[in-house]
């Protein structure tokens, strides 16, 4: 175990309310203590809901991020609309719906969570508009939506470049995905402020393609490493290394606290010592793709079940930690393991996952990195209701379709988490505490 320094440059605390919420701007309170800022919530609304199954499109997402083939991607997504809680027709005006308010800093927002925890999205200022943006550590690419991009909803912003904004000539994204469907669009500099702090030149990436689909937020923040940025001919670095290299925090740390149903936060910089208890658990992670790749240690379903241990099992725990995708997609056979225990699940053919009774009562699922614990509790793998007695699990198979396990954030609201890019000279690792 490696303890971290837990000196303060700035960091950046994100309060997390209710799903489904989203930002009028009041005055937003924030109380700065020495070179530190933390971010209050200020008074919020309900948005339109969501109009697609819950569930369903975290699957989607998650298979469609990460390669799965067309074909399984566009039954899910069709079961998704099939599913949702009611017809939606999209909105795609080119107009943004959060405008600036007014000449100057706005100054520092806060963060809002999408229904059962979906997105975990953050208020952001690029140029003079405001955006909520789901922090996404399982990829690489800071996007928002144009004024051409499809699927874009009625309360979502559209990026209308300001004068603060220089187009990158030339440069490019391009985002395929497994399914044979693409995101591209044109890159932009402009500034980024965060609780008060502003990022000068960040790369803009704007979506003209179908990026929206089944997302929430006003787009997605890249915290993975820099490789994986889609960008041509140049790739562009990320929100989390422009940090560091300009910097702005004093340790290349980012401390992930979220919670289920809770107020949370996100740290840049620091590892807030409040936020947990005993030990901080670290282990290697293979960065070679862009992700932020780990192998836990063992697995074990319910709070008795010795822990499987196994070289088998080992192997087939390898994944990545990612807050841009809800859930927990793991291997067939461990998911199998797990659902065996609960009396009414079955892997339903018309859902394309495993459903099960929503009275009934789930098994925590137990992952050991190193030499720490991380307990999902039950509750958590109940992700959302199917609307006839049923609900969706909070953690389904691969079914063969990605080449690693996911660990969305069914798994990272169980524990205290760091993204470590290289703090006391360590290569790059993740930490992992119980929450205090």
């Keep these: 175990m490696i303890s971290l320094p837990r000196k303060l440059s700035w960091g950046l605390c994100l309060a997390f309310l209710l799903p489904l919420l989203r930002l009028t701007t009041a005055a937003p309170i924030a109380s700065a203590k020495g070179s530190s800022i933390t971010v209050k919530v200020p008074a919020s609304k309900a948005s339109p809901d969501f109009p697609y199954h819950r569930g369903l499109a975290a699957y989607a997402i998650a298979m469609r991020k990460h390669g799965a083939s067309k074909d399984l991607v566009d039954k899910l997504s069709a079961l998704a609309v099939k599913h949702g809680p009611k ?58 939506f144009g004024r051409k991009a499809h699927g ?13 904004a220089s187009l990158l000539p ?6 395929q995905y ?32 179908s990026t929206g689909d089944f997302y929430q937020s006003d787009g997605l923040v890249g915290l993975g490493f820099d490789v994986l940025n889609s960008v041509e001919p140049t790739r562009q670095t990320t929100l989390f290394t422009n940090l560091i290299s300009s910097n702005l925090i004093s340790l290349p740390v980012l401390s992930a606290d979220l919670r289920h149903d809770q107020v949370g936060c996100y740290t840049f910089g620091a590892v807030p010592s409040s936020s947990y208890t005993g030990s901080l658990i670290y282990t290697f992670v293979n960065a070679t793709q862009g992700y932020w790749a780990f192998n836990p240690t063992g697995y074990a379903v319910g709070s ?53 009774d929503c009275g009934e009562t789930l098994s925590e699922f137990r992952v050991q990195v190193e030499g720490l614990e991380v307990v999902v509790p039950g509750e958590y793998l109940n992700y959302a209701p199917n609307g006839d007695g049923s609900c969706y699990g909070g953690l389904q198979p691969t079914l063969g379709q990605v080449p690693f396990n996911i660990f969305g954030d069914v798994f990272l609201k169980s524990a205290f988490v760091v993204f470590d890019r290289g703090a006391d000279g360590m290569g790059p690792r993740i930490g992992f505490a119980a929450k205090s």
């Design 152 to 164: 874009v909803l009625p309360n979502q912003t559209v990026y209308v470049p300001s004068s603060s």
């Design 178 to 209: 497994g399914d044979g469907s693409a995101s591209e669009g044109s890159v932009y500099s402009d500034s980024l402020t965060i609780g008060g702090t502003t990022v000068q030149k960040q790369a803009i990436e704007v979506a003209a393609g």
């Design 170 to 175: 030339g440069e490019m994204f391009y985002i």
């Design 87 to 144: 017809s939606h027709t999209f909105e795609n005006s080119g107009q943004s719906k959060d405008k600036s308010a007014g000449s100057g800093s706005i100054g520092p927002l806060s963060a809002v969570p999408s229904s059962w925890d979906k997105e975990y999205n953050t208020a952001v200022t690029i140029g003079d508009q405001d955006f909520l943006l789901d922090f996404d550590t399982g990829s690489s690419d800071l996007w928002v």
């Design 304 to 356: 008795n079940a010795t822990t499987n241990q196994t070289s088998a099992a080992v192997q087939a725990l390898f994944g990545i930690a990612d807050t841009g995708s809800s859930i927990i997609m793991i291997d067939d056979d461990i998911a199998a393991a797990y659902w065996s225990g609960v009396a009414s699940a079955q892997l339903s053919s018309q859902m394309m996952g495993y459903i099960f």
